[in-house]
């Protein structure tokens, strides 16, 4: 069995199929366990370690001496990756290979369109490495944990990247900004930057940009909203049962209200042009910005497929997500408590023995939470061992957001929302959180 990353997930994954008594081998593109994690270390997780430790994984630390982290307590990223995701792989030992990054899964000797003989194939992983080898893996199953990190989705509101993006890329981000580095500190102090995006990861941007303000006299951030601000606009706030997730969009409340951020709603980003050394933002409708210093764009992940072009997926046509599961993760529908139970069933696709789990298995949906995806590779493993009861029997809950709204309905203020039906989204995505006190969450 091959599994694509060694994320929270991926390894998670790793560690039920070894339960299991199968022997798995993990593919990850960067040096390290949790490589893409680690490049938000500096940012805190919206749940606790108490659920952000799988019990498979826990089950094979045991042994070395490893101590369970406070599970109160919310670790940032370069802590979960430190403290739990390298102690796990390294267990895992040569099970966890580094350094490979995949660039194709096939059928053995079937492209997409043949049918004689499919199902009888092994999968065939084929990876490449720094110095430019490359290698073919035969696998039983294959399941991608590789995760939405490495492509966030452009500035652009029709889901392109806007007139002059690319080329203005020296100006623009898709990441929250660590302003423990002197040079990213450099970048935004003292600085008019543009915030473009509604969710966890714009709220921990503007509390961290007018942490700054308070410092960095000039320091300001707009705030570039494509709805309205209504009532939920900032989360669930302490109605939110991840408090740390709630205090979050407080903090970008005061943000606004303390005058180091203001808001410019309705606005979709057509295209980006210079003016001078600065930038403006130009929306479909014709307005535009006053020029800014620097444009933080955090408007979500997508899934990148390219390296599944050869298998037969079956993905929802919005989120791109596993048409089962769409239904149950999808951020246009008003669904009221938590994500629906999921397993092995709804993340199946026509072809068999291949799996998306963790973020990518939710497409462009930013629901996900890491607890999630641990019942996910729990179901799938035992699937894979042909314990079929146990594959079938899976128990989630999670934390209601007490929030409405969906993507959707993005031309009307959140307020409206709440009055076409009532409801509990779940904005949260895996990597975002914020430092303590204001926050200690992410995921």
Known sequence: MVVIGAGPVGLAAAAHLVERGLDPLVLEAGP????????????????????????????????????????????????????????????????VRYNATVTGVAKAGRDRL????????????????????EERITA?????????????????????????????????????PDLREPSVRARYAGRRTAVVGSGASAFTALATLADLAKQEPGTHAVWILRRGIGANTYGGGEADQLPARG?????????????????????????????GERLVLVADDGRRTEPVDEVIVLTGFRPDLSFLSEVRLGLDERLQAPVA??????????SCGTVYPHGVKELSHPERGIYLVGMKAYGRAPTFLAMTG????????????????????????????????????????DSDQAAVGGCCAVPATLQIGLRAPVSAGGC
């Open 32 to 95: 390290a366990a949790g490589s893409a994690v680690r490049e938000w270390s500096h940012v805190r997780l919206f749940s606790t370690w108490s659920e952000v430790v799988d019990p498979a994984a826990e089950k094979l630390l045991a042994p070395t001496g490893w101590v369970h982290p406070d599970p109160a307590s919310y670790p940032s990223g370069g802590e979960w990756a430190a403290q739990y995701l390298q102690p796990l792989a390294d267990v895992l030992g040569d099970k």
């Open 114 to 133: 043949v049918d004689s003989g499919r199902d009888d194939q092994p999968f065939t992983v084929h990876i490449s490495t720094p110095e430019g080898g």
């Open 140 to 176: 039983r199953a294959v399941i991608d944990a590789s995760g939405t990190w490495t492509t966030p989705s452009p500035l652009g509101g029709d889901g392109l990247p806007a007139l002059g993006e690319k080329s203005a890329a020296d100006r623009i981000s898709y990441r929250v």
């Open 247 to 275: 205090a979050l969009g407080l903090a970008a409340k005061a943000a606004v209200d303390a005058g180091h951020a203001s808001a410019v709603t309705g606005f979709r980003t057509a295209a980006v042009e210079r003016d």
């Open 325 to 334: 599961l769409a239904p149950l993760i999808d951020p246009n529908v008003h």
């Open 374 to 413: 641990y019942e996910q590779t729990r179901s799938i493993a035992a699937a894979i061992a042909g314990d079929h009861e146990a594959a079938e029997r899976v128990e989630l809950v999670l934390p209601d957001t007490g929030v409405c709204g969906g993507a959707g309905l993005f031309d009307q203020a």
